[in-house]
C-alpha cells in the first residue's frame, strides 16, 4: 500500500505560480512512476505530467508543456509539479498518482494508487 498526500493548492492570479508538492509514505518511493492529473468541475480526469522512477523520464500534456515541470525527490518520497504562467482554464482539482508496472502513464488506469487532491484556482 501507498499512501499519497497532495499540497499546495490554492487561489491563484493568472499569470502567477504554484507549486505542488505529493508525499509518499509506506512502499519504496523509487518504485513508482508518479503522474499527476487534474479534474476540472464536470469533466473527465485528465493527464497532466509523469516522471519514471527516477527522473530520467518526463512527459507533458500539450497544454501544460513549458509551463508546468515534474520533479521528484526520492530520498524525501516526494514528487512536485511547478505550475508556472497559470490560466484560467488550469482550475481544477489535482491528484498524484502512483504505478508500480508498467504501461502508458498518460492515462489513468495504469495508476494504482491516488491521493485526495488538493484544489488550484486561477482567477482572471
Known amino acids: 500500500q501507498v499512501q499519497l498526500v497532495e499540497s499546495g493548492g490554492g487561489l491563484v492570479q493568472a499569470g502567477g505560480s504554484l507549486r505542488l508538492s505529493c508525499a509518499a509514505s509506506g512502499r519504496t518511493f523509487s518504485s513508482f512512476t508518479m503522474g499527476w492529473f487534474r479534474q476540472a468541475s464536470g469533466k473527465e480526469r485528465e493527464f497532466v505530467a509523469f516522471?519514471?522512477?527516477?527522473?530520467?523520464?518526463?512527459n507533458y500534456a500539450d497544454s501544460v508543456k513549458g509551463r508546468f515541470t515534474i520533479s521528484r525527490d526520492n530520498a524525501k518520497n516526494t514528487v512536485y509539479l511547478q505550475m508556472n504562467s497559470l490560466k484560467t482554464e488550469d482550475t481544477a482539482v489535482y491528484y498524484c498518482?502512483?504505478?508500480?508496472?508498467?504501461?502508458?502513464?498518460?492515462?489513468?488506469?495504469?495508476?494504482?494508487?491516488w491521493g485526495q487532491g488538493t484544489q488550484v484556482t486561477v482567477s482572471s
Open positions: 498518482a502512483a504505478d508500480d508496472g508498467v504501461g502508458i502513464h498518460t492515462l489513468t488506469a495504469p495508476y494504482d494508487y
Open positions: 516522471i519514471s522512477k527516477f527522473g530520467s523520464t518526463t
